[in-house]
């Protein structure tokens, strides 16, 4: 494909380019500069504890470098009402702050205050769509030789694919910077690029084709809502809040074993047990309910940092389903299917019937909830430079007024490295009691071991008091 950036230069303060189809969607929940998707509680953060000597002025140069090396983290979205665009500045610093950890005796101790830190970060973090670069870093010390490292980026310059290639590259740009062996950077496309690539994909024979799909798929559905608590005050800022669980080991194996002889992966099952749980709180057979991709679908981008994340609104008919694997079963299909016709959100609905997005964005009384399987490139090596990097995933505190999602509920589910699975039902705490989001969640799992125990048996009916 051709490349409108090639001519660009990295100092061109003016440079411009048109919208990513994700950028354009993001643009719907505009709210202005102190609030929603643009506003400073739109962000994404990861944490990582980092072993190993740090030089703090070594740091703040590798930071730099990545700003440089990835467009997204200086871009800035012109709102011009008929025109929208993207404009990339040149690099600039990036802001660290560098603090002290309290003492702590034990690695126990440690590992415990290092999550604090993170969901200390997580409920004080601010970082505007408008302040560039949209990067910003901490780095919180133990002692000279274990540290907590905190990446936070604004929402419209990355997405949770997108922090660990920013970590990865950091470190690699850390320790060529000391003069320790490091692999070499891997080429990078930018965002503008994808941006300039969607755009010469609209018009293909697959995206024609595509569209059909998604047009004959999704007529006459309707992207299934659950009711909230109380009314929802579209006119007041969102307050969201975040509930933790954990589905423990025994239910992570059997999750597992079950995909195996289904010939699916742990995700396909855990999602058709969210289809289960919909089925039950609703008494809907035909659900309709988004998961969340990579949005990284054509080779090359796989390294590209931006806000590439993909919704689907996935389709499956529980009626008919004699048992919880015939369900799985369904499910797969329909993944499998929407996956091979993967296009940006904002595509699919604009080729779908009205109502399948209009009573979701404008209700009241209800919300979408998307689910996802926590994301994560292929692995690259964890310990580069000296520095052995260990990911802060294992975070179990339910908090309120954390960073925010554009709308509705999220539910993540994370394959942990231990054995169990990590699970998060992000919400908006005006629309939803903490009571109520625990009930679902304790729900859920109890359906996923109910149907794990008994994948050939009858599905449960609905419960009449859901």
Request: glycine residues 8%; charged residues 30%; negative net charge.
């Given at each position: 494909m051709s490349d409108p950036l090639k001519d660009r230069t990295a100092d061109d303060a003016s440079a411009r380019r048109p919208l990513s189809a994700n950028e354009e969607f993001m643009c719907a929940f505009d709210r202005g500069d102190d609030l929603g998707v643009f506003g400073p509680r739109g962000i994404v953060l990861a944490g990582w504890r980092v072993r190993g000597l740090l030089d703090v002025a070594t740091v703040q140069l590798a930071l730099d470098d990545v700003v440089a090396r990835h467009e997204a983290l200086r871009t800035t979205i012109i709102r011009e009402k008929d025109a929208p665009y993207a404009r990339v500045s040149p690099p600039c610093p990036a802001a660290l702050t560098v603090v002290d950890l309290p003492p702590a005796a034990t690695e126990a101790d440690r590992e415990r205050l290092a999550h604090e830190f993170l969901d200390e970060v997580d409920r004080d973090?601010?970082?505007?769509?408008?302040e560039l670069p949209l990067l910003r870093a901490t780095l919180?010390?133990?002692?000279?030789?274990?540290?907590?490292?905190?990446?936070?980026?604004?929402?419209?310059?990355?997405?949770?694919?997108?922090?660990?290639?920013?970590m990865r590259d950091f470190t690699i740009c850390y320790a060529t910077r000391q003069g320790l062996p490091a692999p070499g950077l891997p080429e990078?496309?930018?965002?503008?690029?994808y941006a300039y690539w969607q755009q010469?994909?609209?018009?293909?024979?697959?995206?024609?084709?595509?569209?059909?799909?998604?047009?004959?798929?999704l007529s006459g559905g309707e992207?299934?809502?659950?009711?909230?608590?109380?009314?929802?005050?579209?006119?007041?800022p969102p307050v969201y809040a975040v509930y933790r669980f954990v589905l423990d080991q025994e239910l992570a194996d059997a999750t597992t074993s079950l995909a195996k002889s289904l010939h699916c992966s742990p995700f396909m099952v855990l999602f058709a047990c969210f289809n289960l749980f919909l089925h039950r709180r609703t008494g809907r057979t035909d659900i309709v309910s988004p998961v969340i991709t990579s949005g990284r679908t054509e080779p090359g981008f796989e390294d590209t940092v931006g806000t590439l994340f993909n919704f689907l609104p996935i389709r499956t008919d529980v009626s008919g389903c004699a048992s919880f694997a015939d369900l799985v079963r369904r499910t797969r299909a329909s993944l499998l299917e929407a996956y091979s016709y993967e296009l940006p959100f904002g595509e699919i609905i604009a080729k779908s019937e009205p109502e399948l997005m209009s009573g979701p964005i404008m209700n009241v009384s209800s919300v979408v909830s998307a689910f996802q399987i926590s994301q994560f490139p292929p692995e690259e090596a964890d310990d580069i430079g000296g520095l052995r990097l260990d990911a802060l995933r294992r975070r179990l505190t339910?908090?309120?007024?954390?960073?925010?999602?554009?709308?509705?509920?999220?539910?993540?589910?994370?394959?942990?490295?231990?054995?169990?699975?990590?699970?998060v039902v992000k919400y908006n705490s005006l629309d939803f009691d903490l009571p109520t989001i625990v009930a679902m969640a304790d729900e859920y799992r109890e359906l996923l071991l109910a149907s794990l125990k008994s994948p050939d048996s009858a599905l449960p009916k609905q419960e009449s008091s859901a």
């Open positions: 973090g601010r970082l505007g769509a408008t919180a010390r133990f002692d000279d030789g274990d540290a907590v490292f905190v990446i936070v980026t604004n929402h419209l310059a990355s997405d949770g694919w997108s922090m660990q290639v920013l990078t496309r930018q965002l503008g690029e010469e994909a609209r018009d293909s024979e697959s995206a024609t084709i595509a569209r059909e799909y998604w047009k004959d798929t992207m299934l809502i659950l009711p909230t608590d109380r009314p929802r005050r579209l006119d007041v339910s908090l309120v007024d954390v960073s925010e999602i554009p709308d509705g509920n999220l539910w993540e589910l994370d394959l942990h490295p231990d054995g169990d699975v990590v699970g």
